[in-house]
């Protein structure tokens, strides 16, 4: 039986770990995590008997036969990989889950196919998708490595998807995500404009949300606080899709769409949005659906005083 390893345990990493760890137990023989933040790692192993704590990406590499990563971007993924590279056992499977643009994830699979089966699969659903394990995957990879990557993303995922070769899981990320961060945006202004007039924003996403107007910015993850729970907007926009990396997705999309000649106005308006919260201290770190507040003005009460 193979042994799991499990590289970054973040606001995504910790739940699908902890789906992995708990829905995988008969088909592996072990369980290695490594997080360069120390007390996530500690977290995981006290709350999963049997989870032990890897001392490097080169300690996953050296010990597991599926490694899966969940970390913040291209960089990181390429430092990772890096580091694994020598230490790869032969045949492995690595399966990185991180949203990284389509031309690192090229780079760092062929980095390691002479040895080991590579995937780039993204995913969408958020931590509420993570922790459910309804997580959609976006696999990119030949086919034999898709169909051994499967039943361990099965885990984690609902919607395991291939879409193509190395790289293009990646490519359907960042369109999506491209139409999230245009999407938040667009709810956040109309929900702005209807309370400005007037309207109680509960009864106008609930009018919206059986429109046309309806999408998953309105009806999973509303931006005005006290429209739904269990959302960032009703705990002060702590956890969730932090501003960082929704705006590195931007960022990805809107450099691929340069490459390609593609005309992004949408994106590139929502962009500026997210980059102008990114400069203001004290929301930096929030979740990405605070453009509301931004919008509306109301993020005041987060900015940090000097
Ligand atoms: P996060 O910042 O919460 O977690 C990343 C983790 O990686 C952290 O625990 C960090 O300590 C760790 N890390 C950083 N560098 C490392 C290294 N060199 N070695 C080992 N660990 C390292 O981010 P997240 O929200 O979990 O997102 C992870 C990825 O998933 C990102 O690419 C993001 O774009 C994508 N994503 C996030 C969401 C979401 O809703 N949060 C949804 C879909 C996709």
């Known amino acids: ?31 290695v995590v490594f997080d360069v933040f120390d007390g996530a790692v500690a977290d995981f192993t006290k709350t999963h008997d049997g989870a032990v704590r890897a001392s490097s990406p080169a300690d996953v590499a050296a010990q597991a036969d599926v ?5 913040p971007s291209s960089p990181h993924v390429s430092s990772v990989y890096e580091q694994m590279a020598p230490a790869v056992r032969k045949g492995a499977l690595l399966i990185d889950s991180s949203t ?67 790289g293009n899981g990646q490519v359907a990320k960042i369109c999506n995500n491209m139409l999230l961060g245009s999407t938040m945006a667009a709810a956040a202004e ?11 924003p509960k009864l106008l996403a609930q009018i919206i949300n059986t429109s ?16 739904m729970a269990n959302v960032p907007s009703s705990r002060d926009f702590e956890g969730g899709f932090a501003v960082p990396l ?14 390609v000649k593609a005309s992004v106005p949408m994106a590139a308006a929502a962009d500026q949005l997210y980059k102008n ?27 940090r005083k000097p």
């Open 1 to 31: 039986k193979p042994v799991v390893g499990f590289i970054g345990l973040g606001q995504m990493g910790r739940p699908m770990a902890s789906n992995l760890f708990n829905k995988t137990a008969a088909n592996r023989a072990g369980f």
């Open 67 to 71: 490694v899966i990563t969940m970390l």
């Open 100 to 166: 990284i643009d389509p031309a690192t994830a090229r780079r760092v699979a062929k980095s390691v196919l002479d040895k080991v089966d590579a995937v780039d699969a993204p995913v969408s659903g958020g931590v509420g998708g993570a922790t459910a394990g309804t997580l959609t995957f976006m696999v990119g990879g030949t086919k034999p490595a898709f169909d051994r990557a499967n039943p361990w993303l099965q885990a984690m995922g609902k919607s395991i998807v291939h879409c193509g070769d190395n």
């Open 190 to 200: 109309t929900m702005n404009l209807g309370v400005k007039m007037g309207m109680d």
């Open 212 to 227: 046309s107007g309806r999408c998953w910015s309105t009806d999973t993850y509303n931006p005005v606080p006290g429209v």
């Open 246 to 259: 929704m705006q590195k997705d931007m960022g990805l999309a809107l450099s691929a769409a340069q490459d």
């Open 277 to 303: 919260i990114l400069a203001t201290p004290g929301l930096e770190k929030k979740d990405f659906s605070v453009v509301y507040e931004w919008l509306s003005g109301l993020f005041v009460r987060f900015v």
